[in-house]
């Protein structure tokens, strides 16, 4: 059913947007990706995000928001998505929101929160397409 997830960051790519978004971390900006905080610390990725990816049951991508490919960024913008986001990509084709800003937020940092909220909208999302 599902492909793989699609993480979508609210930051741009490269070594000069790493040391922002680093910035940004140290200084806790509230226009820090709520993403970035749970996936990466102030100066690499986390531990114990690397631990918990491993065991989602699919496999990942990653994308900063100048690198969205367009059939996922013609998605967002249809559906007038804020970054950043976590989407599906499904077998047959097409995507699902998998977890929103808002939800991204609600996560504060935490990696562990991040996986049951990706699990639980695995569920519902196995349960309303039955």
């Given at each position: 059913m599902i492909r793989k997830a699609i993480f979508i960051y609210n930051a741009g790519?490269?070594?000069l947007a790493a040391m922002l978004d680093s910035a940004k971390k140290l200084a806790r900006s509230s226009s820090a990706c709520s993403l970035c905080a749970i996936t990466h610390?102030?100066?690499s990725e986390k531990a114990e995000w690397r631990d918990l990816e491993c065991r989602l049951g699919f496999p990942t991508s990653y994308y900063h928001r100048d690198?969205?490919?367009p059939p996922v960024?013609?998605?967002i913008q249809q559906r007038s998505l804020s970054l950043p986001l976590v989407l599906f990509e499904l077998e047959g084709g097409g995507y699902e929101l998998a977890?929103?800003?808002w939800g991204l937020g609600q996560c504060t940092g935490d990696p562990r929160c991040l996986k049951a909220r990706l699990e639980a909208s695995l569920?519902?999302?196995v349960k309303n397409r039955r």
């Open positions: 790519s490269g070594a610390g102030v100066f690198q969205i490919p960024r013609g998605f977890l929103s800003s569920k519902l999302l």
